[in-house]
């Protein structure tokens, strides 16, 4: 008989929905359904068992992919990194802590560098934070308190879809019973989105201007006059809005990539923080992040904990941690050439780096882990196919609120086929193991305590 499974975690987007209930067949191998999800929620665990490999690839001399058994791929992996001056882990947008924290084992084996998606994405929040701190909330409160919600820079009806229902817009809460209709939406966004047009205002700030508008806000905000229109939107329209804002019982500004990749980057963010605060002296205001994917706020929590740093880690001291976005960050270092190795973990660089360091980081080996083929896999010396977390992987993932989730699995990964974490445990040995031939072949030469050999 079919078996249902209650409260099982998305492993797509950064909402982590955790409400899925998902029908598997009588023998466990099956999904044969999936409810309360948004449709790309459904999509990831209907095409779990689609377009994968059961064992890894290597690249052959004549460009083709030959299979090789695990043994052989992590044997790969760890001479790669044994051999690397500077080899660099990146990715992790999509796997669990546990992942995470097997992974940063490796890296400071290796003396890697150890970076992730952040880096070019909510890197620059990162930055303003740490200037300026960071006056959020969780989305239970949000939930349950906000009367006032402001999207800027963000469009979740279609990068977040069940964001507005589960937590902003429609849901009723403890303070919040009437839903959708106790609640004023404010969408700054130079298009006419799709959330745009659930909202009761929508300002059409002018592309890359959005640095001026805050200011503006926080000018209104304090009693001040402004000039009639200031990055494209009138000066009418900012005093209402404003009003609305210092009228809320609670308000949260969600912020997305708008803000994060547009002219002003981490400057942006650091304003819409000041706004926050101001906002403060008048009634309760919060800030979030729209975080992608489903566990990218994990390794900023993860690595936080064990080196003091969410991002851009560099670890080829081995005996300290240090971090430098601009220098340590991913894209940097390979546009200065200065990796010689690089391991794509669950993510796809091939797709979201430009092109010219993905270039340079081919001139040198290029390994991906990752359940499905993409864009990485397809340009990869050798492609290591894991369990898919939330589907086959159970672990703990962090929500964009930086609230953690035990994420269950629903099936059994293909026979044989680790998960992320097993992966790196057998890496992190074979290196060891690595290290100690060295040391044993020749004694006087073996690297000494907390440095790397071959250094
Ligand atoms: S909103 Fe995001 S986490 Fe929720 S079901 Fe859709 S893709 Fe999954």
Not at 143 to 152: E, Q, S
Not at 360 to 376: E, F, S, V, Y
């Amino acid at each position: 008989m079919a078996k249902k499974i209650e409260n099982v975690g998305c492993p797509f987007c950064g909402v982590c929905c955790d409400d899925l209930v998902v029908t598997v067949s009588d023998d466990g191998k099956k999904i044969l359904e999936v409810e309360n999800s948004c449709i790309i929620g459904s999509t990831v665990f209907h095409r779990a068992m689609s377009e994968r490999h059961t064992l890894p690839r290597l690249r052959q001399p004549d460009g083709t992919f030959k299979e090789i058994s695990y043994d052989e791929a992590i044997d790969y992996t760890a001479k790669v990194l044994h051999n690397a001056k500077k080899p660099l882990i990146y990715g992790f947008g999509s796997t669990n802590c546990e992942g995470m924290a097997a992974a940063a084992k490796v890296a400071e084996q290796a003396g890697a560098v150890l970076d992730n998606c952040a880096s070019i994405c909510h890197g620059s929040s990162f930055l303003a934070i740490f200037d300026n701190g960071y006056p959020s909330c969780t989305l239970g409160e949000v939930k349950n308190r906000a009367d006032v919600i402001v999207y800027w820079g963000a469009n979740p009806a279609h990068a977040h879809p069940r964001h507005m229902s589960r937590y902003s817009i429609f849901p009723r809460g403890f303070f919040t019973g009437k839903g959708h209709k106790g609640r004023k939406i404010i969408v700054i966004d130079p298009r006419h989105t799709d959330t745009a047009q659930v909202a009761d205002i929508h300002l059409q700030v002018q592309q890359g201007h959005d640095y001026d508008l805050f200011d503006a806000f926080r000018t209104v905000v304090r009693g001040h006059d402004i000039p009639d229109v200031v990055a494209g939107v009138k000066k009418e329209q900012i005093i209402e809005a404003v009003d609305i804002m210092k009228k809320a019982r609670f308000g949260t500004i969600f912020y997305g990539m708008g803000l994060c990749h547009s002219d002003g980057r981490n400057h942006n963010v650091d304003i819409a923080i000041s706004l926050t605060r101001d906002l403060n002296d008048f009634t309760k205001w919060t800030i979030m992040a729209m975080r992608g994917h489903y566990n990218i706020t994990g390794p900023g929590a993860v690595w936080s904990w064990q080196y003091g740093f969410p991002y851009c880690l560099d670890l080829t001291k081995r005996d300290i941690a240090h971090m430098n976005p601009g220098e340590t960050s991913s894209v940097d270092l390979a546009m200065r050439e200065e990796v010689d190795a690089f391991i794509n973990i669950g993510t796809d660089a091939a797709a979201h780096f430009p092109i010219e360091p993905v270039k340079r980081l081919r001139k040198h080996p290029w390994i991906t882990i990752d359940p499905h083929p993409n864009m990485a896999t397809e340009i990869s010396d050798l492609h290591i196919p894991v369990g898919i977390v939330g589907v086959e992987v159970p672990g703990i993932v962090y929500r964009m609120d930086n609230v953690p989730i035990q994420y269950r699995n629903v099936i059994e990964p293909p026979e044989g086929v680790p998960s992320d974490e097993e992966l790196f445990e057998r890496i992190y040995e074979r290196l060891c193991e690595l290290e100690a031939e060295d040391a044993a072949r020749e004694p006087a030469k073996a690297a000494p305590e907390g440095a790397r050999a071959g250094e």
